[in-house]
């Protein structure tokens, strides 16, 4: 086997310039100032919009601060029952329970959801308003001062309908009258600067030589005018543990931040539902996550069920045949 040394030269060469985080051409900000410092960006529909430039005074030390409040963590899978070409049928499975501290003091058994969709974006599109209708009912649950924490971005994005950013914007806004504090948690992120490398690779890497691995958080990476008006979160960058080498992207409602002082408590609070045996991430989202996922033999089940309902209705031999006409493997499969 021939190992391919050029292609292999050809990228340290490309990572060189992007961990060295230069800028080719000098920039300035729409104050004057000249930018030195990798900077995050944004792309929204085709135009960059540039955050604050990195500076070390922007990382913050996290302080664990114990609490006796409920969270509500709502955590949501999605996988294809079957795959008809032009249409897909979906499942989504939504797992919540709600949390005092450490300890579970409500939960609830999975709700599934099927629905038709015709196109990947249709299918995550479905997964979020399923998701956020399960937070809006349990959310009655809870009291001044309790969290709400989504494994998601606390964004819609524009290519969704302008009804499914309303049912975000809502629940911001209804949680946030209420004082409870909505928090999405995103497991990976996309957030990158400048030079083209991973914010929170760059930050993690930074941070290692400004905070002697101790947990923190970093803040402010974008001004709040400059968000587009379907991020409806706040982002920060933490990393919840100076035992863990993980980061995270997590986004506190924007109509929550009031001061520096209110994201120090929010952050410490949230950091303080992790797990000792597992430091890093907060408990309750992990436990939801474990909960919501969609095993092969209850995909399996709901398969059955549903080729039954068919078979009821007089449809399972049309459907079968529309399987057919794009998956060997699903004809083998479900046409015996």
């Given at each position: ?12 060469e ?29 792309k ?81 599109e ?32 524009p ?11 809502e629940?911001?806004?209804k ?75 997590v ?58 309902k ?18 060997f ?8």
């Amino acid at each position: 086997m021939k190992i391919p040394l050029n292609d292999f030269n050809d990228i340290v060469e490309r990572l060189k310039t992007i961990f060295k985080g230069k800028i080719e051409s000098p920039q300035w900000t729409l104050t004057g100032e000249l930018i030195t410092n990798p900077y995050p960006m944004l792309k929204v529909r085709g135009r960059i919009i540039r955050g604050i430039p990195i500076r070390d005074e922007n990382f913050h030390k996290l302080t664990i601060k114990k609490h006796n409040k409920n969270i509500l963590s709502v955590d949501a899978s999605l996988k294809t029952l079957f795959d008809c070409g032009t249409f897909q049928v979906a499942l989504a499975k939504i797992s919540c329970s709600i949390w005092r501290g450490k300890s579970r003091v409500f939960d609830m058994e999975p709700i599934l959801r099927v629905k038709m969709v015709r196109s990947k974006l249709e299918a995550m599109e479905f997964l979020f308003n399923v998701e956020i209708e399960t937070v809006t009912k349990i959310s009655n649950k809870l009291s001044k001062g309790d969290y709400c924490i989504l494994d998601r971005a606390l964004m819609a994005v524009p290519a969704y309908k302008e009804s499914t950013r309303k049912v975000l914007d809502e629940l911001c806004e209804k949680l946030s009258w209420r004082s409870i504090r909505l928090v999405g948690i995103s497991k990976s992120s996309q957030l990158e600067l400048n030079t083209g490398e991973s914010l929170l690779g760059h930050l993690l890497h930074r941070s290692r030589y400004t905070l002697n691995d101790c947990s923190w958080y970093y803040y402010p990476i974008f001004r709040k005018r400059q968000y587009p008006r379907w991020y409806l979160g706040v982002i920060t960058i933490v990393k919840f543990s100076g035992d863990s080498d993980h980061v995270f992207r997590v986004d506190i409602n924007k109509r929550d931040i009031t001061e520096l002082e209110v994201i120090d408590e929010i952050l410490g609070e949230i950091a303080y539902l992790q797990d000792p045996a597992i430091p890093g991430y907060p408990y309750p989202p992990r436990s939801s996550h474990e909960e919501a996922k969609i095993g092969k033999q209850e995909l399996a089940y709901i398969r059955l069920l549903f080729l039954e309902k068919l078979e009821e209705e007089g449809l399972k031999e049309r459907f079968i045949a529309n399987l057919k006409s794009t998956s060997f493997r699903e004809e083998k499969l479900w046409a015996s």
